[in-house]
């Protein structure tokens, strides 16, 4: 199936006149646009459980987070497996993670007795545990953000100003999911409700998004256009970070959207459950539903690149991740 259509206002001034085509080939195949195709790159991994996937400009090193491992490489077609160390004996999972474009890695873990907060500085080599979360208190999303690391959990946000070294609790009692920043100083973590900073994550507020439908559970932001998506497909986006516009309404009994990109080639991409994303130009008008593996998938854009991988499949032991490079 071939579907064209004719990009709407583009808010960047990077897709302008340009035709898109939309073709659905198969799971785990799908072509964005007429030059721009996913092909696997990794064999499915029999532990499975990848979850987030970051880069870091400076060292030009991805990285894919998983059950008590991650994945590295330079070129995004050779990889390197690398674990967090089991203080306990239990895995941990890295279900969140980012780069400041500096060295420094901050993953978040969500399995094990030793949940928290881990930082790397050797891209990923060896890990040092540097939160470790109390009883009742899970994580969620990481992003670095204008001199901030900021770790959103259940019931609140930990902020670190030190390269994360030593982190503060913030806004304790509000549950999140998602975080977004413009790196001017605006940083807003939602889920049902909102939170936001002003001042780069000194003081905060809560307001807004409760008039929306369903849970947010991915967020970014990209050239004056917030974005955030979630339950039954639907996408919201603001121009502050703070009041938000319903851009696709719930789709009810529809997957959970739970990432948000943008690519400068392809433009905006949302992605989630059971392998399903869409693309938009403009983050308006969105395209149809499209495919990519069967379970949750995670869909990156950094470097003018696209690097994908999905959760794998089992309920009591997820298996048989896999991931996937995007190449134009």
């Not at 603001?238 to 529809?254: E, H, N, P, Y």
């Amino acid at each position: 199936m071939t579907i064209t259509t004719i990009p709407q206002a583009d808010p960047t001034g990077e897709l302008t006149n340009m035709w898109r085509e939309l073709d659905f080939i198969a799971p785990g195949f799908c072509t964005l646009t007429s030059a721009f195709t996913f092909t696997e790159v990794l064999p499915p991994d029999p532990r499975g459980g990848l979850h987030d996937i970051g880069f870091d400009s400076s060292t030009l090193v991805w990285m894919i987070g998983g059950l008590n491992y991650l994945y590295t490489s330079t070129d995004r077609v050779t990889w390197v497996e690398r674990s967090l160390p089991l203080l306990s004996g239990v895995p941990q999972a890295i279900t969140s993670l980012d780069s400041n474009n500096a060295g420094t890695w901050i993953a978040n873990c969500n399995l094990g007795n030793d949940i928290g907060i881990w930082r790397s500085v050797d891209i990923g080599v060896t890990w040092a545990q540097v939160v470790d979360f109390p009883v009742g208190r899970s994580g969620a999303d990481v992003l670095y953000t204008n001199g901030v690391w900021a770790v959103v959990v259940n019931d609140g946000a930990y902020i670190s100003t030190d390269d994360g070294l030593t982190w503060a609790v913030k806004i304790p009692g509000w549950g999140h999911e998602t975080i977004a920043s413009d790196g001017k100083g605006t940083i807003t973590i939602a889920k049902l409700g909102q939170s936001y900073s002003l001042d780069n994550g000194v003081t905060w507020s809560s307001g807004g998004l409760r008039n929306v439908g369903g849970n947010m559970f991915g967020g970014h932001y990209y050239n004056g256009l917030w974005m955030m998506a979630g339950n039954d497909r639907e996408i919201i986006t603001s121009a502050d970070g703070i009041t938000w516009v319903i851009v696709q309404a719930i789709d009810a009994g529809t997957p959970t959207y739970r990432t948000v990109t943008y690519n400068a080639t392809i433009g905006w991409i949302v992605s989630g459950d059971a392998g399903y994303y869409q693309i938009s130009p403009d983050g308006i008008t969105w395209g149809p539903v499209q495919q990519l593996g069967t379970t949750t998938a995670v869909i990156e854009s950094a470097n003018g690149c696209l690097v994908a991988c999905d959760i794998g499949t089992g309920l009591a032991a997820i298996s048989n991740s896999r991931a996937w490079i995007g190449e134009g």
